[in-house]
């Protein structure tokens, strides 16, 4: 079974809409964190977002919020107000187990959602 | 300050030929590591080392894959004989360790894409 699952290969957005990327997670581990990156077309993976699986709050970072709902196993990242800028993948990745000086901590990346903000 | 740096940025090489990629990470990061990234999908990782020691390496082809990083700072990785379906890019991350540290993000460098003809 999949550790991260994404299930929109691809998502078409207006401009100022707002955005939900769904991620559903598998994980027997009691202590995990939820990453979300962005990739543009340039290659490079930029850091959005992380959710602790003890965190009791949504993590929410200017205009992304994770929806997070553990007993769910999911972990969807929210855009609010979309810009055209946003157009990039978006991979949801999972870190298992508890970092105390050190362990095996290697992120699981979902397949990817491409992302397309239209004007 | 300075992200992580990778060099090169772009390679190409025959099939059976050798490469190698380098990385410097972030400085004051103990951990490093090494992803594939395969066109259309996420990365993978392939190896993670705490200072200069192998933490995770169960994901790396050890029959044609190495990677070392002698002096826990930078780390290069060597392919020999590559193989078509190492095509992909290359991408190396580094992060902060210790306990309290468990919320930091791996922070990524631009990656190498490499080409096996």
């Known amino acids: 079974a999949q550790k991260i699952t994404q299930t929109q290969p691809g998502m078409f957005v207006q401009e100022k809409e707002a955005v939900t990327l769904d991620c559903t997670y598998d994980t027997s581990d009691q202590s995990y964190g939820l990453f979300w990156y962005k990739q543009p077309s340039s290659g490079e993976m930029i850091f959005l977002i992380y959710q602790g699986s003890y965190d009791e709050q949504n993590a929410t970072e200017g205009r992304y919020s994770l929806n997070f709902q553990k007993a769910r196993k999911s972990a969807n990242l929210v855009i609010s107000a979309s810009q055209l800028g946003d157009s990039a993948m978006y991979f949801c990745?999972?870190?298992?187990?508890?970092?105390?000086?050190?362990?095996?901590?290697?992120?699981?990346f979902g397949k990817g959602t491409h992302l397309i903000i239209q004007p | 300050e300075a992200g992580v740096a990778q060099s090169p940025r772009y390679k190409i090489i025959e099939k059976r030929q050798s490469v190698a990629f380098w990385c410097n990470p972030i400085?004051?990061?103990?951990?490093l590591y090494w992803y594939q990234q395969i066109l259309g999908q996420g990365p993978k990782l392939l190896i993670q080392f705490q200072n200069n020691g192998v933490v995770d390496d169960s994901q790396l082809p050890k029959d044609r894959f190495s990677a070392e990083r002698l002096k826990g700072v930078d780390s290069t990785l060597k392919i020999q004989p590559a193989k078509l379906e190492d095509s992909a890019v290359y991408l190396c991350?580094?992060?902060?360790?210790?306990?309290?540290?468990?919320?930091?993000?791996?922070?990524f460098g631009d990656g190498t894409r490499l080409s096996i003809l």
């Open positions: 991350a580094s992060s902060l360790e210790g306990a309290g540290y468990s919320n930091q993000p791996q922070h």
């Open positions: 990745a999972m870190r298992e187990g508890r970092r105390s000086g050190g362990g095996a901590d290697g992120l699981t």
């Open positions: 400085s004051g990061h103990a951990t």
